[in-house]
Every structure is written in structure tokens, then in C-alpha cells.
């Protein structure tokens, strides 16, 4: 019984923070980073696609 009942807690508390969605600096920055990454990570992709087909 006590589980249920800190499960709704639980739930509850997640909605409220969803709801807030404020974006600290640092993770802000964790994103830019994993972005940058990922279009460094297609331009190498493409650049290979590229030399594949001269061959």
C-alpha cells in the first residue's frame, strides 16, 4: 500500500518538474556540445559517402 502511494508521489513530482522545463546553463550547454557533435559526425559521414562513390 505504501508503494502506491509513493508512486503517485513520484509521478506528481515529475509532472511539476515537466511543467517548468527551465533550462539550467549547464545543460544548456551539454546540448550544444551533443549537437555540435552530431553535425560534426554527418559532415563526416557525407564526406565519406562522397570518396565512396569517386571509387
Not at 557533435?37 to 570518396?51: A, G
Request: aromatic share 6%.
Amino acid at each position: 500500500m505504501r508503494n502506491i502511494i509513493l508512486f503517485f508521489i513520484l509521478i506528481i513530482y515529475n509532472h511539476n518538474n515537466n511543467n517548468k522545463k527551465k533550462i539550467t546553463s549547464r545543460e544548456h550547454k551539454r546540448l550544444k556540445r551533443k549537437n555540435e557533435r552530431r553535425k560534426k559526425r554527418i559532415i563526416k559521414l557525407k564526406k565519406k559517402k562522397k570518396k565512396r562513390k569517386i571509387s
